[in-house]
T-cell receptor, first 112, second 114 residues
């Protein structure tokens, strides 16, 4: 069964610190992997999209990595800010059409 | 921000009543999707549309129907709401198929069925 597992489920860090969120998937065949940020009460917003041939992609202080061999991805947040407090969702696309497999998300809380 | 408007944003209704949620886009994107988001679950696809009057079922389509009579509008209908349909519903749009296109989400519609 195609699955996307994210860890940790939740994380609390101090403002200014770095953190890394993990995503493991079993989706096959694989098309691309996406990271979304979802603020409380809002819709998800895309951070990065990576195909199987890309192993890193950045968007400001957010850097996503992908290892298609081990089926793992990580999202690294540098110099965290209070506004980074949100849920981060990993999404893997099957190479069959419309199927997107969503992870349950990691809830990040940044405190001052 | 992508021009996506969901209405209503909040609704409380009673079991057995019909409910319609509306998604309106100004981006002229071909593909539109309805998802639901529940605690302990990732977003799950209810129905999607790949053009006017062209729709198909997602993984959790039971109890829901959709219609798309215009490019800009995608309606989600609960014919007879049940408590299990209490959820946050998100509309999403894309200009390409799901496996390649970037998804843009609306702000969500919170539905409570008593």
């Amino acid at each position: 069964k195609n699955q996307v597992e994210q860890s940790p489920q939740s994380l609390i860090i101090l403002e200014g610190k770095n953190c890394t969120l993990q995503c493991n998937y079993t989706v096959s065949p694989f098309s691309n992997l996406r990271w979304y940020k979802q603020d409380t009460g809002r819709g998800p917003v895309s951070l990065t999209i990576m195909t199987f041939s890309e192993n890193t992609k950045s968007n400001g202080r957010y850097t996503a990595t992908l290892d298609a061999d081990t089926k793992q991805s990580s999202l690294h947040i540098t110099a965290s800010q209070l506004s980074d407090s949100a849920s981060y969702i990993c999404v893997v696309s099957e190479h069959t059409g419309t199927a997107l497999i969503f992870g349950k998300g990691t809830t990040l809380s940044v405190s001052s | 921000d992508a021009g996506i408007t969901q209405s209503p944003r909040h609704k409380v209704t009673e079991t057995g009543t019909p409910v319609t949620l509306r998604c309106h886009q100004t981006e002229n994107h071909r593909y539109m999707y309805w998802y639901r988001q529940d605690p302990g679950h990732g977003l799950r696809l209810i129905h999607y549309s790949y053009g006017v009057k062209d729709t198909d079922k997602g993984e959790v389509s039971d109890g829901y129907s959709v219609s798309r009579s215009k490019t800009e509008d995608f309606l989600l209908t609960l014919e007879s709401a049940t408590s299990s349909q209490t959820s946050v519903y998100f509309c999403a749009i894309s200009d390409k198929t799901g496996d390649t296109g970037e998804l843009f989400f609306g702000e969500g519609s919170r539905l409570t069925v008593l």
